[in-house]
T-cell receptor
Framework: AQSVTQLGSHVSVSEGALVLLRCNYSSSVPPYLFWYVQYPNQGLQLLLKYTSAATLVKGINGFEAEFKKSETSFHLTKPSAHMSDAAEYFCAVTLSGGSYIPTFGRGTSLIVHP | DVKVTQSSRYLVKRTGEKVFLECVQDMDHENMFWYRQDPGLGLRLIYFSYDVKMKEKGDIPEGYSVSREKKERFSLILESASTNQTSMYLC?????????????FGSGTRLTVV
């Protein structure tokens, strides 16, 4: 079985500040991990993915995430927030050797203040 | 640009109506999925399909059915719409080697049942 927990339904930062969105997963086998972003009234867009290659994954729009097996975490970061980063962010996990249907977290809304 | 297109952005239907939500993808993807998204609950899988004319139940199939007569089209059917089916509905597709590439999502259909 697999599950994913996103800590904090809302995260608020000032423009230019560090963005940190937390994701912890539960998996009995090596996972594949994803971050998606959803802008208002739009579908989800893939930001980045971890598929057992490098543990530090770089995505679009300056975001990156680090896979830490010992902490079962895949936190999303960006050094400097921009107003355009305000959106809903979803972490997702799927398992190698399984049905490959991902389990999504409940989402974290990122609010960026001027 | 590759796309998943959902036929309607907004729909308002009456209780008891039969409702069709259409989704078309132009990427020749084998797999297609229907999710509903509700605040605080994230994305929940309704149905998915790995091939033409096949379908599998997801986590919340009750009150829904699907149809996949052609590879590019995946329809979600609400047999008798109810107010608790008011939600955002998201269609997604992926390649057969589904774990490695993530999903491509449509822009969503916001359905209101009155």
């Amino acid at each position: 079985a697999q599950s994913v927990t996103q800590l904090g339904s809302h995260v608020s930062v000032s423009e230019g500040a560090l963005v940190l969105l937390r994701c912890n997963y539960s998996s009995s086998v090596p996972p594949y991990l994803f971050w998606y972003v959803q802008y208002p009234n739009q579908g989800l867009q893939l930001l980045l993915k971890y598929t057992s290659a490098a543990t530090l994954v770089k995505g679009i729009n300056g975001f990156e995430a680090e896979f830490k097996k010992s902490e079962t975490s895949f936190h999303l970061t960006k050094p400097s927030a921009h107003m355009s980063d305000a959106a809903e962010y979803f972490c997702a996990v799927t398992l190698s050797g399984g049905s490959y249907i991902p389990t999504f977290g409940r989402g974290t809304s990122l609010i960026v203040h001027p | 640009d590759v796309k998943v297109t959902q036929s309607s952005r907004y729909l308002v239907k009456r209780t008891g109506e039969k409702v069709f939500l259409e989704c078309v993808q132009d990427m020749d993807h084998e797999n297609m999925f229907w999710y509903r998204q509700d605040p605080g609950l994230g994305l929940r899988l309704i149905y998915f399909s790995y091939d033409v004319k096949m379908k599998e139940k997801g986590d919340i199939p009750e009150g829904y059915s699907v149809s996949r007569e052609k590879k590019e089209r995946f329809s979600l059917i609400l047999e008798s719409a109810s107010t608790n089916q008011t939600s955002m509905y998201l269609c997604a597709s992926s390649r057969r080697d589904r774990a490695l590439y993530g999903y491509t999502f449509g822009s969503g259909t916001r359905l209101t049942v009155v």
